[in-house]
């Protein structure tokens, strides 16, 4: 019998992670499909969004997503995450690209040894600091000029916006009560660490595994996402406040979007995970390339090799 609707999108048709947009954010509407594209719907219209070419769907308060929806999402391999009001919620995220263990073993095993850990630490902040030799900082002094660089930026952007500076404070269960250059860096940050949790997971790695942060679901994401702020979202954030706009945290994520549709940046983030992470420049983890062989299992063997799933082995293999 024949299965009724669209047929899924061939793998090997699917859009490697780094060529897809960054991140769709949707509120207050109900998401449905149309043959291969997602489709929000409200009281202005139908919007149809290309699932393929989707990096992260972004589900906001008042999103009703049908069971197709999502379907057809993890067909596609878009990773959907679900937020709450003004995005300073993270509640869940869905399914990978990768096909391949190899970058998340990989990450593991360097997080794991403390010499191995304080090395890609230090490559972290070598790429904020490209004009340094990082190679002997302790992490205290890695922290410390990181603070103060952090510093000197906001004081800059405030200079140059007009914007009055004193602190990074803010609330994660009271968006409203930040100052609007806190509420703005909120809204900025969390729309980024959606972007980056959506290239992680895209990649296989293990959003907890930090490096630098620790003890918490998104400690890697967050590792990721500091490599870029000053960049991106901390300029934009002070550009925002600086227009005193009416509902901030929806023009800073529209800000934010605007810096990344081109796609650059995620082909800089998965480029910079795979540099800190991997050992061989030519490992494809992501992307139609991964799928060759999706269903090749390997079994660990003690001896330091690996053999073939699907086998039944005998006491005596030779």
């Known amino acids: 019998m024949e299965i009724p609707g669209a047929r899924p999108v061939p793998i090997s048709q699917l859009s490697r992670a780094q060529d897809r947009l960054t991140f769709v954010y949707l509120e207050h509407c109900v998401v449905h499909r149309d043959a291969n594209a997602i489709t929000a719907r409200d009281a202005r219209g139908t919007v149809h969004i290309p699932a393929a070419t989707v990096g992260a769907l972004l589900l906001g308060p008042g999103t009703n997503v049908s069971q197709q929806a999502m379907v057809l999402l993890a067909e596609s391999g878009s990773t959907a995450v679900w937020v709450g009001e003004h995005g300073v919620r993270y509640y869940a995220h869905g399914r990978t690209l990768a096909r391949s263990s190899r970058l998340l073993e990989r990450q593991a095993e360097l997080v794991s040894n403390r010499t191995s850990r304080l090395r890609v630490a230090r490559s972290m902040y070598a790429m904020r600091f490209p004009d340094e030799d990082t190679s002997g900082l302790t992490m205290q002094q890695l922290r410390g000029r990181e603070g103060s660089r952090v510093r000197r930026i906001y004081r800059d952007h405030a200079k140059r916006t007009g914007v009055q ?7 994660t269960s009271d968006f409203d009560s930040g100052t609007p250059i806190n509420q703005a860096l909120s809204a900025a940050n969390t729309s980024l660490y959606g972007v980056v949790h959506a290239v992680t997971v895209a990649l296989g790695c293990a959003p907890g595994l930090g490096f630098v942060h620790t003890g918490h679901t998104r400690s890697f994401v967050f590792d990721i996402a500091d490599l870029y702020k000053t960049e991106i979202t901390i300029p934009t954030a002070f550009d925002i406040a600086a227009r005193e706009v009416a509902d901030i945290g929806a023009e800073t994520r529209r800000a934010i979007r605007d810096r990344m549709k081109d796609g650059r940046f995620l082909e800089t983030c998965v480029r910079d995970i795979k540099a800190l992470l991997a050992d061989e420049d ?3 983890e992501y992307g139609p390339e991964s799928f060759e062989d999706p269903d090749v299992v390997m079994l660990w063997d003690y001896n330091g090799r690996n053999v ?8 005596d293999e030779g």
Do not use: L, N, S, T
Not at 165 to 171: A, C, K, P, V
Not at 308 to 315: K, N
């Open 165 to 171: 500076w004193e602190r990074r404070d803010y609330d």
């Open 282 to 284: 030519d490992v494809v």
């Open 308 to 315: 073939a799933g699907g086998v039944a082995y005998d006491e």
